[in-house]
T-cell receptor
Framework: EAGVAQSPRYKIIEKRQSVAFWCNPI?????LYWYQQILGQGPKLLIQ??????VDDSQLPKDRFSAERLKGVDSTLKIQPAKLEDSAVYLC????WGQGIADTQYFGPGTRLTVL | AQSVTQPDIHITVSEGASLELRCNYS??????LFWYVQSPGQGLQLLLK??????LVQGIKGFEAEFKRSQSSFNLRKPSVHWSDAAEYFC??????????FGTGTRLTVIP
C-alpha cells in the first residue's frame, strides 16, 4: 500500500513570494490533515478535511494560507505572501474515517520550506 | 486546556541500554495518548496508543508505554536500544474533535 505522498520535498523562497504544496493521501482515506512543524516544536494542525469539506481550520492563518481538496482526494496548501516565520516543515496526513481513537493518522515525509 | 509536556529536549543513551522518555499530560477527561517517532527526512510513525484498559501498552519496534493516572504520565520505554532508534519522539493527545496535539519532542541520540 502506497503511503502519503508530498511534493516538493524542499522549497526555498523569498519573503512575500507565493508557494504551494501538494499532498496525495492514501487511497480510500476520507480525512486529510495539514500540519505545520516549526523547528524545535511538535506539529500543529492547520486544517482538516473530511472528503472535500473543511472540518476544522481554526488554526489556519486565513489572511495568507489557503487549502483546498478538490474531488476529495489530492490537496494543495498555499501561502501567499510568505513571511519569515512560515519557515517550517509542512506535513500532510490522512486517515480512514477521521473519527475515533482507532483511526490512525498516516503521515507523509513533509515539505521543508525556507523563507529568506 | 489539554496539553502534553515532554520535559527532556535531548537524551543520549548507549546502544543496548534501556530507554525511558517522559511525557506528562494535562487532560480534562479520559486521556487518549499516543507516541510517534520521526526519523530524519521521514514522516511521523505511530508507535503505540492508549485509550482505555490495560495501562501497559505494547507498540511496534519493541516499545511500550505505561499510563499512570496518579502521576499524569505516559512514559515510553524500551529495554534495549538499537542504533536505528535514533530519532525524534513525540507524545501526543487527542482533542474532543479528534485532532492530535503534540508535545515539543525528545531527540534521542544512540552512541555505540
Amino acid at each position: 500500500e502506497a503511503g502519503v505522498a508530498q511534493s516538493p520535498r524542499y522549497k526555498i523562497i523569498e519573503k512575500r513570494q507565493s508557494v504551494a504544496f501538494w499532498c496525495n493521501p492514501i487511497s480510500g482515506h476520507a480525512t486529510l490533515y495539514w500540519y505545520q512543524q516549526i523547528l524545535g516544536q511538535g506539529p500543529k494542525l492547520l486544517i482538516q478535511f473530511q472528503n472535500n469539506g473543511v472540518v476544522d481550520d481554526s488554526q489556519l492563518p486565513k489572511d495568507r494560507f489557503s487549502a483546498e481538496r478538490l474531488k476529495g482526494v489530492d490537496s494543495t496548501l498555499k501561502i501567499q505572501p510568505a513571511k519569515l516565520e512560515d519557515s517550517a516543515v509542512y506535513l500532510c496526513a490522512s486517515s480512514l474515517w477521521g473519527q475515533g481513537i482507532a483511526d490512525t493518522q498516516y503521515f507523509g515525509p513533509g515539505t521543508r520550506l525556507t523563507v529568506l | 486546556a489539554q496539553s502534553v509536556t515532554q520535559p527532556d529536549i535531548h537524551i543520549t543513551v548507549s546502544e543496548g541500554a534501556s530507554l525511558e522518555l517522559r511525557c506528562n499530560y494535562s487532560y480534562g477527561a479520559t486521556p487518549y495518548l499516543f507516541w510517534y517517532v520521526q526519523s530524519p527526512g521521514q514522516g511521523l510513525q505511530l508507535l503505540l496508543k492508549y485509550f482505555s484498559g490495560d495501562t501497559l501498552v505494547q507498540g511496534i519496534k519493541g516499545f511500550e508505554a505505561e499510563f499512570k493516572r496518579s502521576q499524569s504520565s505516559f512514559n515510553l520505554r524500551k529495554p534495549s536500544v538499537h542504533w536505528s532508534d535514533a530519532a525524534e519522539y513525540f507524545c501526543a493527545g487527542l482533542t474532543g474533535a479528534n485532532n492530535l496535539f503534540f508535545g515539543t519532542g525528545t531527540r534521542l541520540t544512540v552512541i555505540p
